[in-house]
C-alpha cells in the first residue's frame, strides 16, 4: 500500500515519497501569540498532530517544527494596550497556547523556532535575495519583487495582476514599493518600537520571510511537507515559495498541505459575528476528546461547521469509543487475560485502517474501523457487566482491545483512568465540591484554607481555573 497526500501546488494526489527513505521533515506554522487560541487554531494543530502521528506510526522518523511569531504588529499593539513588553505578551500567550493545546492531546512539535531568535538567519537571507537582485532596499525597508519572480502565483493559482499587497494586514501600502504587489521583508521601526540592527537601518522582519529562514535554519532548503491552515496559501505560502526558492533555487516542500477553515452554524468564525470561540472557552463545556474527535470526523481540506448537532453527534460517538478504550480495564481480570505476556493486533484490521488512512489521510475512514471494534467491545461489556454468558473468546476479545487503542492512539483518542471517590483520581463531583468549599473560604477571607484546597487539587493533578463567571478545572498539569 502506498500513501498518497493531496498537494496543493499541484492540485492532485501524489504518491508520498520523501526526501530521504523513511524520514519526513515536517513543517507547520504556528501562531501569532498576541491572543488565546481559537477553534480554528484547535482544528489545525490536531490535524497536523495526527499526520505526525500517522506517519510515525507507518514507521517514518519524522522531524516536525512549528513555529511561533514573537514579533508582529498584533503583538505590538496589545502590548502599548497592557503598558508591558512585547516580550511579556509574547511569553503569557506562549504558555496560554501550550495550556489549551496540550489537553487536545497535540503532542509538542520536535522544536518551537522563536522569529527573535532568528534574526541574523533572516538577515542573511534577505541580504541573499538583494544579490541575486530578488529584492531591493528603499528607505530603511527591504521589498521582495514579486515581478522578478516569474513563477510566482503558483501554488495558489493567482495571477500577479489579481493580487493585492496588504493581505492579512500585515503590509501596508506604500509608494516607496516599485510595484503594489512587493511586500515587504524588513521594516524600519519605529523609536518607540523594538527592533534590531541590520544593514538597511534598525527595524524587524515581515512576516513571510520568518518562515523561510527558520525552515532553512532547522530543517534545510528543502523539506517534506509544509502544512498550514487554508487561508495561509496565499500570500503567506506563495510568499514563502518566492523567498526560499529564489534565494537557493530548491524547491521549499515536496508536499503542500492545507487545512479547511472552520465555520459556525455555517457562517465564518469572526468576532464581529460574535462566533469567535477560544479553546479555553470550549473546554469549559466539551470533553477535549469529543473536540478531537469531532474535528477528525470531517475530512481534513474541507470546511468544518462547528454546530451543537455536530458537538452532540461527537459526544455519542465517544462514549462509545471511550467505552470500547477502557474495555480491558473493566474486564481484563474477570476474562483472565494474562497480565504480563505480549498481545498480538489483529493484522486485518490495521489493513484496514492503513488503506483508508493511506488515502490523504482519511481520518472519517480511519475511524470508521476503529468505531467498529468498539462498539463490538462495547455491546460485550455490557454483558459482561450484567453478569451474562458471552460465547466470544477472550484471547480474541484482548487482540480486539489492544487493537483499537493502538489505533486509536494514531488519531490521538485516549480515555483518561476510570474516575473514583479517592484521591488517586478525583471525580468530578468531588472535584466541584472542594471548588465550592474553596470559595466559600474565600468569601469568608479565609485564605489560608482557600490556598490549601488549591494546592490539595494541584497535588491531584487539577488546575483550578479563576474566571469572571466562576471557577472551572483541568486535569493534567499542561
Not at 154 to 174: F, H, I, N, T, Y
Not at 233 to 241: A, C, K, L, Q, R
Not at 279 to 290: A, G, N, S
Request: proline content about 4%.
Amino acid at each position: 500500500m502506498t500513501l498518497s497526500i493531496y498537494n496543493t501546488q499541484t492540485r492532485t494526489k501524489e504518491p508520498f515519497e520523501p526526501t530521504v527513505p523513511g524520514e519526513v521533515k515536517m513543517y507547520c506554522c504556528g501562531v501569532t501569540v498576541y491572543d488565546d487560541c481559537h477553534l480554528g487554531h484547535a482544528r489545525s494543530y490536531i490535524v497536523w498532530d495526527t499526520v505526525r502521528r500517522y506517519l510515525q506510526w507507518r514507521g517514518y522518523r519524522v522531524r516536525y517544527l512549528q513555529n511561533f511569531t514573537d514579533i508582529d504588529d498584533k503583538i505590538l499593539k496589545r502590548a502599548k494596550e497592557r503598558g508591558v513588553s512585547m516580550a511579556e505578551i509574547s511569553r503569557q500567550y506562549i504558555e496560554a497556547y501550550f495550556r489549551d493545546i496540550r489537553q487536545l492531546n497535540v503532542a509538542d512539535a520536535d522544536d518551537y523556532p522563536r522569529v527573535t531568535d532568528h534574526i541574523p538567519e533572516i538577515c542573511d537571507l534577505i541580504q541573499t535575495l538583494i544579490d541575486r537582485d530578488l529584492a531591493y532596499a528603499a528607505a530603511g525597508d527591504v521589498y521582495y519583487s514579486v515581478e522578478r519572480f516569474p513563477s510566482y502565483g503558483k501554488l495558489s493559482g493567482r495571477k500577479p495582476e489579481d493580487m493585492q499587497s496588504g493581505a492579512s494586514g500585515r503590509v501596508s501600502a506604500d509608494d516607496r514599493k516599485r510595484h503594489p504587489f512587493d511586500f515587504a521583508l524588513w521594516k524600519g521601526s519605529q523609536e518607540d518600537e523594538p527592533g534590531w540592527n541590520s544593514p538597511w537601518g534598525r527595524g524587524r522582519p515581515g512576516w513571510h520571510i520568518e518562515c523561510s529562514a527558520m525552515i532553512r535554519s532547522q530543517l534545510g532548503e528543502t523539506i517534506d511537507i509544509h502544512g498550514g491552515g487554508g487561508d495561509l496559501v496565499f500570500p503567506h505560502h506563495e510568499n514563502e515559495i518566492a523567498q526560499s526558492e529564489g534565494a537557493h533555487g530548491q524547491p521549499l516542500a515536496k508536499y503542500w498541505t492545507h487545512n479547511g477553515m472552520v465555520r459556525v452554524n455555517g457562517e465564518k468564525m469572526s468576532k464581529s459575528l460574535g462566533n469567535f470561540t477560544t479553546i479555553r472557552e470550549l473546554l469549559t463545556q466539551i470533553d477535549p476528546m469529543v473536540l478531537r474527535l469531532f474535528v477528525l470526523q470531517a475530512q481534513y481540506r474541507k470546511p468544518l461547521d462547528f454546530t451543537d448537532e455536530a458537538i452532540a453527534s461527537a459526544e455519542n460517538s465517544w462514549a462509545t469509543l471511550e467505552d470500547g478504550l477502557r474495555f480491558g480495564d473493566r474486564f481484563g481480570k474477570q476474562l483472565n487475560w494474562p497480565s504480563d505476556a505480549p498481545i498480538e493486533s489483529l493484522p486485518q484490521v490495521k489493513a484496514s485502517f492503513q488503506t483508508a488512512m493511506d488515502d490523504d489521510f482519511n481520518t472519517s475512514g480511519g475511524l470508521a474501523v476503529v468505531f467498529e471494534l468498539a462498539k463490538e467491545l462495547r455491546r460485550v461489556g455490557n454483558i459482561l457487566a450484567h453478569a451474562g454468558e458471552i460465547s466470544e473468546d477472550s484471547q480474541h476479545l484482548q487482540r480486539q482491545w489492544t487493537t483499537l487503542v493502538e489505533l486509536a492512539a494514531v488519531l490521538g483518542l485516549e480515555s483518561s483512568p476510570e474516575e473514583s471517590s479517592g484521591l488517586d483520581g478525583l471525580s468530578d463531583a468531588a472535584i466541584q465540591t472542594l471548588i465550592e468549599e474553596r470559595q466559600a473560604a474565600r468569601k469568608a477571607k479565609n485564605f489560608s484554607e482557600a490556598d490549601r484546597i488549591r494546592e490539595e487539587l494541584k497535588r491531584q493533578n487539577v488546575t483550578l481555573v479563576d474566571q469572571p463567571g466562576g471557577t472551572t478545572f483541568i486535569r493534567g498539569s499542561g
